[in-house]
């Protein structure tokens, strides 16, 4: 872990180190990435205008789902965006690489590059979460702020397992593109809304089948106080985190075994 | 008569369809290749369609009418809005900013047909492999009753033409956009921007009719919204910028912007173009 831990810091210099060789571009992708979160600000801000609520959830409360989603997804972003080259490194050959290495073909895919552009959602998520907090009435205790912080992280570590299990399907599909869209699209834009808002059996889809309800909707249910909302009994949302946890330790294990598929372009 | 006896004009006329023609199958054939991609596909969009559908008549649940547009209207427009999304607006990188990177943007150059026209072609390709898709959203959106159809033929004639016309436009500033990888060396950021600017603006992500006030008139006068909002408001049998008419009109206006610009930057962009190694 010690090890991992300095890995990652080294990787975070070099990109540091290779993104100011081109200082422009870096600013250049840092706001395109705002833009690209902001475009789903926009669309839920200009809902609410029009319509000042959500399934229930006043405007201030859909905001702090908004918030707490898209804070999951810059952990998702910052620490496990290379989960998406999957399809590329299968392309082009660059896993061929990987075999050969003494080291986990998992860190090896998760330390390929490092992209600073991410700073751009957590600047995005950072001021969301500044904003709705503060304006929604939250009864904090420092254990509640904890809990927040582990739902946060471990809804990163969901949606980093989905893109993981998506990715090591181009082992037997080589392209999976459609699914990545997928993913970002659900997430991206239906992750944003309270999910009692698609019915009984959307919401129980949503937590068991694809389980969205755990970057958003459950961690934000339970700060606000609105276990109302879930369809099974509120204390079980504490619990909530591990799902985000286990999910993604069993992505590792899937990527492992679908990388015995792969075949080489022999490139 | 043979290809020989041929007039060399019409040859010339021939080869040209012939090579359209190939850029046209080879755009098409890069979005089919792939057949659990294409499923996945049909099935992420029979997926959307479901949500909005779903979304949308939640949202208006005990209101029969916000900004004066209906629950129906609301919920066909998001239909049909991501029909217009999946089809026809190339809101995503394509590929030319990965060849220039790559040095292989060097075999479009001698190709017979110019980088541009290239791009545009494949471009009509990938629309032709995305039919799929937007079969399955239309009819998955009929049977959830969620789809209402124009009101005569004019509207969806109207429709049909503007929405074309709104996919060039969008198609070219693609294409511009994609060109920057000429002059930088990451292209995610300005086409970010550009992308998000472009869903918002056209009305593909909610419809303009919600937009505040202070807000909507400069989104209409953007050249986005005439590549969603416009070509919906005629098959809801809306009337803007006077009718067909007067869309088309804008529309064309800003094709000649969009052609004279890409024009512009293509020229430059390949007197940019380094390629390194081979």
Request: proline share 4%; charged share 10%; net charge positive.
């Amino acid at each position: 872990m010690v090890e991992l831990a300095k890995d990652f810091r080294t990787l975070l210099r070099v990109a540091w180190l290779t993104e100011m060789e081109y200082r422009a571009n870096f600013l250049i992708s840092i706001v395109g990435a705002l833009a690209y979160n902001a475009s789903q600000l926009l669309f839920i801000s200009v809902l609410l205008h029009a319509f000042g609520g959500v399934a229930g959830w006043t405007g201030p409360q859909v905001f702090v789902l908004f918030g707490i989603r898209m804070a999951s997804h810059s952990v998702c972003a910052f620490f496990f965006r290379r989960m998406t080259d999957l399809d590329t490194v299968v392309h082009t050959g660059e896993f061929d690489r990987y075999l050969l290495r003494p080291v986990s073909l998992f860190l090896q895919l998760l330390m390929r590059r490092f992209n600073l552009q991410q700073f751009g959602d957590v600047v995005i998520a950072a001021a969301v979460l500044g904003f709705a907090l503060p304006r929604a009435a939250i009864d904090w205790t420092p254990a509640k702020a904890l809990w927040l912080v582990a739902a946060v992280a471990a809804g990163g570590m969901l949606e980093a397992g989905l893109q993981l299990v998506r990715g090591a399907l181009s082992f037997r599909w080589t392209n999976t593109e459609s699914m990545t869209g997928l993913i970002e699209t659900v997430f991206g834009t239906f992750g944003n809304f309270p999910l009692q808002v698609f019915g009984g059996v959307g919401a129980v889809f949503f937590t068991l089948v694809l389980p969205l309800a755990f970057v958003g909707w459950i961690p934000a249910a339970m700060l606000l106080g609105r276990q109302d909302s879930l369809w099974f009994p509120g204390w079980l949302g504490w619990w909530s985190p591990l799902v985000g946890v286990g999910c993604f330790a069993l992505a590792i294990v899937f990527f492992g075994r679908q990388s015995r598929h792969y075949a080489s372009p022999g490139s | 008569m043979t290809a020989g006896a041929r007039p060399s004009g019409a040859r010339g006329v021939h080869d040209t369809v012939g090579r359209a023609w190939a850029m046209v199958r080879l755009g098409a054939a890069n979005a089919l290749v792939f057949r659990a991609n294409v499923v996945v596909s049909m099935l992420s969009v029979a997926l959307q369609t479901v949500l909005l559908v779903t979304v949308w008549r939640a949202v208006y649940s005990g209101r029969h009418s916000v900004a004066g547009v209906t629950g129906d209207r609301a919920v066909s427009y998001a239909v049909l809005g991501l029909v217009l999304g999946h089809l026809a607006l190339p809101w995503r990188l394509s590929s030319l900013p990965e060849r220039v990177r790559e040095g292989t943007v060097a075999t479009d150059i001698i190709r017979p047909v110019g980088v541009v026209g290239q791009s545009l072609l494949q471009s009509i390709g990938a629309a032709v492999g995305a039919l799929p898709g937007v079969a399955t959203a239309l009819l998955l959106g009929a049977l959830l009753g969620g789809l209402t159809m124009p009101a005569t033929v004019s509207a969806a004639f109207g429709f049909m033409l503007t929405a074309a016309l709104g996919w060039l436009i969008a198609t070219l500033l693609n294409l511009m956009v994609s060109m920057v990888a000429f002059w930088t060396t990451d292209t995610r950021g300005p086409f970010y921007v550009y992308r998000a600017v472009a869903s918002f603006a056209s009305g593909a992500l909610v419809p303009l009719w919600f937009m505040p006030d202070w807000l909507r008139p400069t989104l209409e006068a953007l050249p986005f919204a005439l590549q969603v909002f416009a070509p919906l408001q005629l098959w809801f049998s809306e009337q803007p910028l006077g009718g067909v008419g007067g869309v088309v009109l804008a529309q064309v206006g800003w094709l000649v912007v969009a052609a004279l610009l890409t024009a512009l930057v293509s020229w430059r962009a390949l007197r940019t173009v380094v390629i390194n190694g081979g």
